[in-house]
């Protein structure tokens, strides 16, 4: 994606997804790399929690 108006066309789509999503999140933008940079407010456990289980 050279065009900035390419750029800009991904971004809205993508916080318009986002917009459906009840966790907080913020969008900062694409990377020099093209990945979109963000964050997500965690609301559960994390994958760790989830899948594993304490011995006894």
């Not at 999503?21 to 990945?35: N, Y």
Request: glycine letters at 8%.
């Amino acid at each position: 994606m050279e065009k900035p108006q390419h750029r800009n066309e991904v971004m809205k789509t993508f916080r318009a997804e986002l917009a459906r999503d009840k966790t907080r999140t913020q969008v900062f933008g694409i990377s020099e790399l093209g990945l979109v940079e963000m964050t997500r407010k965690r609301i559960g456990e994390g994958l760790t929690q989830t899948f594993t289980k304490a011995q006894e």
